[in-house]
């Protein structure tokens, strides 16, 4: 029982790295003055099937304009009632 829990959570913090090393990405092409089209497009071509979204592309970038440039998730509260 340990070890699935091990497993899954291993996997986990695998998948959270990812999604900040995308984030990352996106945060280098903006400082870059790339377009989020052209991000969108470079994003496809590098992790092809596993890449953002263009939504999520153009909402980090939206971030990164109002000068919100962390990668991290920010603190929110827990389930909604």
């Not at 497993?7 to 984030?23: G, P, S, T």
């Not at 979204?53 to 000068?67: A, D, I, L, P, S």
Request: net charge negative.
């Amino acid at each position: 029982m340990f070890g699935d829990f091990l497993i899954y959570f291993i996997e986990f913090l695998i998948e959270m790295a990812d999604v900040k090393e995308r984030r990352a990405c996106v945060k280098f092409c903006f400082l870059l003055v790339k377009t989020a089209v052209i991000t969108v497009t470079m994003l496809k071509g590098d992790f092809k099937d596993e890449a953002m979204g263009k939504t999520q592309v153009y909402e980090w970038f939206n971030h990164c304009k109002r000068g919100e440039i962390s990668v991290e998730d920010r603190p929110h509260c827990g389930l909604l009632p």
